[in-house]
T-cell receptor, first 116, second 116 residues
Framework: DVKVTQSSRYLVKRTGEKVFLECVQD?????MFWYRQDPGLGLRLIYF???????EKGDIPEGYSVSREKKERFSLILESASTNQTSMYLC???????????????FGPGTRLTVL | AQSVTQLGSHVSVSEGALVLLRCNYS??????LFWYVQYPNQGLQLLLK??????LVKGINGFEAEFKKSETSFHLTKPSAHMSDAAEYFC??????????????FGQGTTLQVKP
């Protein structure tokens, strides 16, 4: 069965703290994604990675960085957390796509981050 | 640039009634389109996807969607709503120029409420 796990379901941090969100997939997928989800805004792509050590900015990368040292693990880093980064963070993965048929993204359960 | 618009942030139906969730897309290339569902406190799960084969796509849990190029629409329907269908639904289009990365662009989401 397909599995994407995220290190925490709920996280509370203070302004200025460095925050690590971890995502692990067991499907040998090449592509991995980090989104944030806010009411009325849908899912917005923060960063994605299509291979180990490769990354590309998404639509809202400011204030975030990522790390992909191993194929199965993709980390999202908030260098200095701020209150406007309070949100639900979703990780996803998908196979290398030679067309549309393999673009299904598989999602983790999400991490609800609160920054005080 | 590609985009997705979901008409109606909230839809309420009675149990047993028709479910219709609207999605319109903008794309200068033949699109790949997806519907995802998010149950409370969970990640997103694929309902169905259109990848230029049949225009009427059947998905899980009795849902289906019809691709209409002339209307640039991909509306989601279900003949008879169940209480268990209450969730948030997201329409998505594969990003133009996403190559093999499978990058998706999501709509704002529609919350479906099912009344007894």
């Amino acid at each position: 069965d397909v599995k994407v796990t995220q290190s925490s379901r709920y996280l509370v941090k203070r302004t200025g703290e460095k925050v690590f969100l971890e995502c692990v997939q067991d499907m040998d997928h090449e592509n991995m994604f980090w989104y944030r989800q806010d009411p009325g805004l849908g899912l917005r792509l923060i960063y994605f990675s299509y291979d180990v050590k490769m990354k590309e900015k998404g639509d809202i990368p400011e204030g975030y960085s990522v790390s992909r040292e191993k194929k199965e693990r993709f980390s999202l880093i908030l260098e200095s957390a701020s209150t406007n980064q309070t949100s639900m963070y979703l990780c996803a993965s998908s196979l290398y796509s030679s067309g549309g048929s393999t673009d299904t993204q598989y999602f983790g359960p999400g991490t609800r981050l609160t920054v005080l | 640039a590609q985009s997705v618009t979901q008409l109606g942030s909230h839809v309420s139906v009675s149990e047993g009634a028709l479910v219709l969730l609207r999605c319109n897309y903008s794309s200068s290339v033949p699109p790949y389109l997806f519907w995802y569902v998010q149950y409370p406190n969970q990640g997103l799960q694929l309902l169905l996807k259109y990848t230029s084969a049949a225009t009427l796509v059947k998905g899980i849990n009795g849902f289906e969607a019809e691709f209409k190029k002339s209307e640039t629409s991909f509306h989601l329907t279900k003949p008879s709503a169940h209480m268990s269908d209450a969730a948030e639904y997201f329409c998505a289009v594969r990003g133009q120029g996403s190559g093999n990365t499978g990058k998706l662009i999501f709509g704002q989401g529609t919350t479906l409420q099912v009344k007894p």
